[in-house]
């Protein structure tokens, strides 16, 4: 389609979008949080698997926490660079927190960061040199964002988190997008009893209330990773199949569909190639506020105990773990997920707005 001037409405509705100064700067901060999710495992502190490498003697420490530590060398067992990136490494150095150490001929005798805890000794004998070891193994590590109840560095467990938020509503939402085109466009195309199946589906589906639903499924499919991706999918289709079947009706009256018809074009055809790439701004903007719903939804089944389980770090979690600790003086350990969460779900909210008002040709 043309507008008056010769320019599409694509480029008239990019212009617009481009114009509106927090659309773009949201836009940028989701493809920023895309690039860490896709980085995680290698720009995170802590490059355990999950993040999950704990110190107990070290929990519940403020952001900007330092401390000298003793990184004892393991026998690490062969790992692809892919497997590293994608779930992290296997095994790890161990990190002993010290407030000291003492080095002697053949042997160094630290003293851990707790004071309960009883002194060890590291065997020097596999090192060339005592310099070696001091230079390669003993330094002070910063936790920018401090430690959690288990000592686990927090800023490599936000960081992993945002790889598990966006993966779900990526997921999620695509999900929702084959279900909801795909039963909307058939409704709207067909009408009469086809049509009617289609609303009565949906509107029993929307009477249940979505957390609800969600749980329901979470509890048929096992709690777990790959189920909460599911199970939220499964419940926000609905959205999208009426907004399509709308949109569907409106259009298949139109004189071009009608000339498709006269064409001899196949019903599949008319849909896949006339129809849906004329009514996919709606669905655009409701995909974006899809998505920031199944990061809240996602959130929410974590802090209730049925979403992605520990060790996993979800914001959701992370939050569950720590939110008594706001009444304790330590209230950043829940604030910076709950932050986290919030500037996200905000980001892609505005996002959506932006696009209905870019897509908003009466505007």
């Given at each position: 389609?043309?507008?008056?001037?010769?320019?599409?409405?694509?480029?008239?509705?990019?212009?617009k979008?481009?114009?509106?100064?927090?659309?773009?700067f949201?836009?940028?901060?989701?493809?920023?949080?895309?690039?860490?999710?896709?980085?995680?495992?290698?720009?995170?502190?802590d490059?355990?698997?999950?993040?999950?490498?704990?110190?107990?003697?070290?929990?519940?420490?403020?952001?900007?926490?330092?401390?000298?530590?003793?990184?004892?060398?393991?026998?690490?067992?062969?790992?692809?660079?892919?497997?590293?990136?994608?779930?992290?490494?296997?095994?790890?150095?161990?990190?002993?927190?010290?407030?000291?150490?003492?080095?002697?001929?053949?042997?160094?005798?630290?003293?851990?960061?707790?004071?309960?805890?009883?002194?060890?000794?590291?065997?020097?004998?596999?090192?060339?040199?005592?310099?070696?070891?001091?230079?390669?193994?003993?330094?002070?590590?910063?936790?920018?964002?401090?430690?959690?109840r288990?000592?686990?560095?927090?800023?490599?467990?936000?960081?992993?988190?945002?790889?598990?938020?966006?993966?779900?509503?990526?997921v999620?939402?695509?999900?929702?997008?084959?279900?909801?085109?795909?039963?909307?466009?058939?409704?709207?195309?067909?009408?009469?009893?086809?049509?009617?199946?289609?609303?009565?589906?949906?509107?029993?589906?929307?009477?249940?209330?979505?957390?609800?639903?969600?749980?329901?499924?979470?509890?048929?499919l096992?709690?777990?990773?790959?189920?909460?991706?599911?199970?939220?999918?499964?419940?926000?289709?609905?959205?999208?199949?009426?907004?399509?079947?709308?949109?569907?009706?409106?259009?298949?009256?139109?004189?071009?569909?009608?000339?498709?018809?006269a064409?001899?074009?196949?019903?599949?055809?008319?849909?896949?190639?006339?129809?849906?790439?004329?009514?996919?701004?709606?669905?655009?903007?409701?995909?974006?506020?899809?998505?920031?719903?199944?990061?809240?939804?996602?959130?929410g089944?974590?802090?209730?105990?049925?979403?992605?389980?520990?060790?996993?770090?979800?914001?959701g979690?992370?939050?569950?773990?720590?939110?008594?600790?706001?009444?304790?003086?330590?209230?950043?350990?829940?604030?910076?997920?709950?932050?986290?969460?919030?500037?996200?779900?905000?980001?892609?909210?505005?996002?959506?707005?932006?696009?209905?008002?870019?897509?908003?040709?009466?505007?």
């Amino acid at each position: 389609m043309k507008s008056p001037k010769g320019q599409s409405l694509l480029r008239l509705a990019l212009q617009k979008f481009k114009s509106r100064f927090w659309g773009v700067f949201c836009l940028g901060y989701i493809l920023c949080c895309a690039l860490v999710a896709l980085l995680a495992y290698i720009i995170s502190p802590d490059k355990s698997t999950h993040a999950n490498q704990m110190n107990l003697s070290i929990h519940s420490q403020s952001p900007g926490f330092e401390t000298l530590v003793l990184e004892v060398p393991l026998k690490n067992q062969k790992q692809s660079s892919w497997s590293s990136w994608f779930i992290g490494e296997a095994q790890v150095n161990d990190i002993i927190p010290i407030q000291n150490y003492t080095i002697q001929s053949n042997y160094i005798q630290v003293i851990p960061f707790d004071d309960t805890a009883p002194r060890e000794r590291i065997d020097l004998n596999k090192y060339e040199t005592v310099q070696q070891l001091k230079d390669e193994f003993i330094y002070t590590k910063t936790y920018w964002l401090g430690t959690d109840r288990y000592g686990r560095d927090m800023l490599s467990r936000l960081l992993i988190g945002t790889r598990i938020s966006l993966s779900i509503g990526f997921v999620a939402v695509f999900i929702s997008l084959v279900i909801g085109i795909f039963i909307g466009a058939v409704g709207g195309y067909f009408g009469g009893f086809i049509d009617q199946a289609v609303m009565w589906l949906i509107n029993v589906t929307w009477s249940i209330p979505t957390l609800l639903l969600v749980i329901a499924l979470t509890l048929a499919l096992g709690k777990g990773f790959w189920q909460v991706f599911i199970a939220v999918g499964l419940t926000m289709w609905v959205e999208v199949a009426r907004v399509v079947r709308g949109q569907v009706k409106s259009v298949k009256t139109m004189p071009y569909i009608t000339a498709a018809h006269a064409m001899g074009f196949s019903n599949f055809r008319i849909i896949s190639k006339h129809i849906l790439p004329n009514i996919m701004a709606p669905v655009i903007v409701i995909s974006a506020a899809n998505f920031a719903a199944a990061i809240l939804i996602e959130s929410g089944l974590s802090f209730l105990g049925i979403g992605a389980q520990p060790p996993i770090p979800t914001w959701g979690n992370m939050i569950k773990e720590h939110y008594n600790y706001i009444v304790l003086g330590k209230a950043h350990l829940a604030i910076i997920p709950g932050l986290a969460i919030m500037s996200l779900v905000m980001a892609f909210m505005l996002v959506g707005n932006t696009l209905r008002d870019a897509f908003d040709v009466k505007g």
